[in-house]
């Protein structure tokens, strides 16, 4: 089975980490985000995925220099502007040559990590004979989200992007895996920029050819700071089909360190006493003697004593001794 993964993001709410690493290779458990969300497609019967890109692939072909990633063997589509959801996914099929490689493909959020066995979500579509199928997850709050609303049989009634408050009563979202027939590929172009969300999906579900398929699946979308330092966390203590290293060996820390719940990069250094809890150090990252890092994604520098939570702190970041910060971006990409 062949699958196209979106990764052409900017990763915007993720920045500063993301001005160093694109998302899908910020690491899950020292794991990149796009090898375990491979690794579960493997798992359904993947066995080529084409990477649609906004950017230049190196620091994809760096990652995986053999053109494999979990058993998947990648290929690269790179778009010469951002061509949104649907614009990517038309492009990267037809760089692919998937509609040669057989009728039913796969498409993939490129940050999201699922439990999902997609395998499931093919068969139910084919039961359906769908155009397309949407796997739905169940979530509290749908603002974020796509909301979908679906007759008894699973056929999609209403798409709604990012719904304003009281817009839908619905609490099942798009959980950004679909299934298509190459059939739909005549929807999407690829020439010019169009979205999936706000396009497509209405336009198929007008023609009746849309389905969906809930589970209760583990599901994140590990794309905003508060869900990628939580999909790290829960993954050290979740039951999952991934492989958890929380701290890497390379990591030099102190015996007197706290670490609670938290992951540790390649080569990072933690000094005595600092308190690491619930957080995650990237590769390089160094946290000095007596610091306290809480809910935090570090890259780069804090300082001794300085005191850390829910903040990002990039490569470039540098936290003076003694700081005390919350909710912080350092440096600050608005800037
Ligand atoms: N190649 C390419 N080109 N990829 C893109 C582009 C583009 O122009 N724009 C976005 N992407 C990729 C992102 O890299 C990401 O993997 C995926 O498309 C979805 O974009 P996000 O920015 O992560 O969207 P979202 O999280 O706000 O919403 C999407 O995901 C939700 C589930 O997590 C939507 O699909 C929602 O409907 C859905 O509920
Ligand atoms: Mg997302």
């Given at each position: 089975m062949h699958a196209v993964v979106l990764?052409?993001?900017?990763?915007t709410r993720l920045r500063p980490l993301t001005f160093e690493i694109p998302k899908p290779l910020l690491p899950v458990c020292n794991i990149p985000l796009l090898e375990r969300l491979m690794t579960s497609l493997a798992h359904g019967g993947v066995t080529h995925a084409v990477l649609a890109l906004g950017f230049k692939p190196e620091p994809f072909l760096k990652a995986f220099p053999n053109n494999r990633c979990a058993d998947v063997e990648l290929s690269y589509a790179v778009e010469d502007r951002p061509l949104d959801t649907s614009g990517a996914i038309g492009f990267a099929a037809r760089e692919a040559k998937i509609y040669e490689r057989g009728k039913t493909f796969i498409v993939a959020n490129g940050d999201i990590l699922t439990d999902l066995d997609v395998a499931k979500l093919v068969l139910f579509h084919h039961s359906v004979k769908a155009e397309g199928t949407i796997h739905l997850t169940p979530v509290?709050?749908?603002?974020?989200y796509g909301v979908v609303e679906t007759d008894a049989t699973g056929k999609v009634l209403r798409f709604v992007e990012k719904?304003?408050?009281?817009?839908?009563?619905?609490?099942?979202?798009?959980?950004?895996t679909y299934i298509f027939e190459t059939s739909a590929l005549e929807r999407m172009p690829g020439t010019a920029p169009l979205s999936i969300e706000r396009e497509t999906f209405p336009e198929m579900v007008r023609d009746g050819v849309l389905y969906a398929f809930a589970s209760d699946d583990y599901w994140i979308d590990a794309g905003r700071p508060d869900t990628y330092v939580r999909s790290n966390i829960e993954l050290l203590s979740r039951k999952s089909i991934y492989q958890v290293t929380p701290?890497?060996?390379?990591a030099k820390v102190d015996a007197t360190a706290i670490i609670t719940q938290s992951t540790i990069g390649a080569n990072c250094v933690v000094g005595e006493n600092a308190q690491i809890v619930r957080s995650v150090l990237i590769d390089g990252a160094k946290v000095d003697a007596n610091a306290v890092v809480i809910d935090s994604a570090v890259m780069g520098h804090v300082g001794a004593f300085a005191q850390v939570t829910s903040c990002l702190i990039g490569a470039q970041g540098e936290i003076n001794s003694g700081a005390v910060l919350r909710d912080a971006k350092v440096p600050d990409p608005a800037c």
């Open positions: 990764v052409g993001g900017f990763g509290a709050d749908p603002s974020q719904p304003k408050s009281g817009e839908t009563m619905s609490r099942h979202v798009n959980g950004g701290i890497a060996t390379t």
